[in-house]
């Protein structure tokens, strides 16, 4: 089916692990989209890339890192994790010319 | 900046009812869109309705519609004829051409009563 796929679904971190959360969408869409959401602040941007090669800083990038080597893939990297990114993580696409992003399922991340 | 405000945590309705959920906004674009989003417990996020900026018509889906009022930046979600599946979390966003990134607001939890 076509759409976005997030792996993995939950996690459990300790402090200081590190991990990959990948995003793959099979649409061509040109812009990827990573979001935090946690509660009471809505789903706030961490990183963005607007095709692939490129990415840049959302709202929240601190702790973050992104690479979009392939077209259909956008990678979301946290090298020492805290609790403070414990939270619900968000992939989204979308392609340019019909307004409306694609998400993903969600990946919900504890660290401890 | 561009913000999205959602004033209203959580709101309650009885099926079969009608209920308003409110969304205001700023920005100095011209150019932007706006959406609702359903996200029910599954944590998926839902596609409500949108509203292109320089559309005068407010959208329409079903039971959901929108009042657009861009002099006063509101964009407000009417859902009729309330049902137990409409019980979710709705969050309003906003967009621009560019880099279409979304602001989100802080979301409204509605529940639903029978």
């Known amino acids: 089916n076509a759409g976005v796929t997030q792996t993995p679904k939950f996690r459990v971190l300790k402090t200081g692990q590190s991990m990959t959360l990948l995003c793959a969408q099979d649409m061509n869409h040109e812009y990827m989209y990573w979001y935090r959401q946690d509660p009471g602040m809505g789903l706030r941007l961490i990183h963005y890339s607007v095709g692939e090669g490129t990415t840049a800083k959302g709202e929240v990038p601190d702790g973050y890192n992104v690479s979009r080597l392939k077209k259909q893939n956008f990678l979301l990297g946290l090298e020492s994790a805290a609790p403070s990114q414990t939270s619900v993580y968000f992939c989204?696409?979308?392609?340019?010319?019909?307004?409306?992003?694609?998400f993903g399922s969600g990946t919900r991340l504890t660290v401890v | 900046a561009q913000t999205v405000t959602q004033s209203q945590p959580e709101m309650s309705v009885q099926e079969a009812e009608t209920v308003t959920l409110s969304c205001t906004y700023d920005?100095?674009?011209?150019?932007?869109?706006l959406f609702w989003y359903k996200q029910p417990p599954s944590r998926q996020m839902i596609l409500v309705i949108r509203q292109e900026a320089y559309k005068q018509q407010n959208a329409t889906e079903n039971r959901f519609s929108v009042n657009f009022q861009k002099a006063a930046k509101s964009f407000s979600l009417k859902i009729s004829d309330s049902q137990l599946g409409d019980a979710a979390m709705y969050f309003c966003a906003y967009s621009y051409s560019g880099t279409y990134k979304y602001i989100f607001g802080t979301g409204t939890r509605l529940k639903v009563l029978a």
């Open positions: 989204a696409s979308f392609s340019g010319t019909n307004y409306g992003y694609t």
């Open positions: 920005t100095s674009e011209s150019d932007y869109y």
